[in-house]
T-cell receptor, first 112, second 118 residues
Framework: DQQVKQNSPSLSVQEGRISILNCDYT??????FLWYKKYPAEGPTFLIS?????DKNEDGRFTVFLNKSAKHLSLHIVPSQPGDSAVYFC???????????FGTGTRLKVLA | EAGVAQSPRYKIIEKRQSVAFWCNPI?????LYWYQQILGQGPKLLIQ????????DSQLPKDRFSAERLKGVDSTLKIQPAKLEDSAVYLC????????????????FGAGSRLTVL
């Protein structure tokens, strides 16, 4: 039972363009969401988060949007840079448990 | 601030052998997690500690996996006996228990321990 889904295993984007990574979830109890970036042979590193009381959060080139009714969130990277090439994971946690469930990841390749 | 330390980084064993992984979280982080990441999949939570108590171990295969965090600081994850399907990267993460804002909700991961079972 995959509660957090990232249906696109890979994505290629030209440098300077927008990258949009999507994540869907099934558990309506999830109230906190994180995005992580992972380079090969390294652990995941935190990018940006959003609470269910918000529908948008920005941090520099990164913006996360949350649509609670659709149980969908997306990560926008603008402008995309070659250094953004990595695997991106979304993670969700139900109501104050801090028990994070991860999606399967999307591999982003930014082409120079 | 020092990050989450894990060792060994790489381990190759034969099936039915045993292996242990060690994690030292960020100083002051009360919550510690072990995740298993199989190639091509997302990290899967194995066990979550708060100080030295287990919060959730519902997905830990207890017939072969064990974990402890005796003094509420560092932790050890053991597999005995190992199976081929245990080949994965074992990620340790830690989190502040208290605090406001983003920092209290974010997991900080170590680099992981890659296990290959032959």
């Amino acid at each position: 039972d995959q509660q957090v889904k990232q249906n696109s295993p890979s994505l290629s984007v030209q440098e300077g363009r927008i990258s949009i990574l999507n994540c869907d979830y099934t558990n309506s109890m999830f109230d906190y969401f994180l995005w992580y970036k992972k380079y090969p042979a390294e652990g995941p590193t935190f990018l940006i988060s959003i609470s269910s009381i918000k529908d948008k959060n920005e941090d520099g080139r990164f913006t996360v949007f949350l649509n609670k009714s659709a149980k969908h969130l997306s990560l926008h990277i603008v402008p995309s840079q070659p250094g953004d090439s990595a695997v991106y994971f979304c993670a969700a946690s139900p109501g104050g448990t801090y028990k994070y469930i991860f999606g399967t990841g999307t591999r982003l390749k930014v082409l120079a | 601030e020092a990050g989450v330390a894990q060792s060994p980084r790489y381990k190759i064993i034969e099936k039915r052998q045993s292996v242990a992984f060690w994690c030292n979280p960020i100083s002051g982080h009360a919550t510690l997690y072990w995740y298993q990441q199989i190639l091509g999949q997302g990290p899967k939570l194995l066990i979550q500690f708060q100080n030295n108590g287990v919060v959730d171990d519902s997905q830990l295969p207890k017939d072969r996996f064990s974990a402890e965090r005796l003094k509420g600081v560092d932790s050890t994850l053991k597999i005995q006996p190992a199976k081929l399907e245990d080949s994965a990267v074992y990620l340790c993460a830690s989190r502040l228990l208290l605090g406001q804002g983003t920092g209290a909700n974010v997991l900080t991961f170590g680099a992981g321990s890659r296990l290959t079972v032959l």
